[in-house]
């Protein structure tokens, strides 16, 4: 079983960056695809982006595309992903998941229901 726990969420003004981190215990994550989702205020959980297990394959919501960039380092058990240009309609709770992955090393999962693992989650809040 893995544990993933968010960090790097804050208050950042319209057009900040910041980097969040899902670090991972219990389980190597290198067996593992990995994805971030978002929810804000009365919305429902949405995806954002996600990297396949060798991290060769990444996906974004088009909402993101050219501002977000997911990226993962094995070696630290941790899957990050930087938030550029940030803008207000992204304030949200970031959520990691994590799905075990064993044979398609090069697919990434962009379906909430797709993962088995997934973190507390971390506040981002832009203001404007």
């Known amino acids: 079983q893995v544990q993933l726990v968010e960090s790097g969420g804050g208050l950042v003004q319209a057009g900040g960056s910041l980097r969040l981190s899902c670090a991972a215990s219990g389980r190597t994550v290198s067996n593992y695809a990995m994805g971030w989702f978002r929810q804000a205020p009365g919305k429902e959980r949405e995806f954002v982006a996600a990297?396949?297990?060798?991290?060769?394959?990444?996906r974004y919501a088009d909402s993101v595309k050219g501002r977000l960039t997911i990226s993962r380092d094995d070696a630290k058990n941790t899957a990050f992903l930087d938030l550029n240009s940030l803008k207000p309609e992204d304030t949200a709770v970031y959520y990691c998941?994590?799905?075990?992955?064993?044979?398609?090393?090069?697919?990434?999962?962009?379906?909430?229901?797709?993962?088995?693992?997934w973190g507390q989650g971390t506040q981002v809040t832009v203001s404007s």
């Open positions: 990297i396949s297990r060798n991290g060769g394959n990444t």
């Open positions: 998941a994590a799905k075990e992955v064993r044979y398609y090393v090069y697919a990434y999962y962009y379906a909430s229901g797709d993962y088995d693992y």
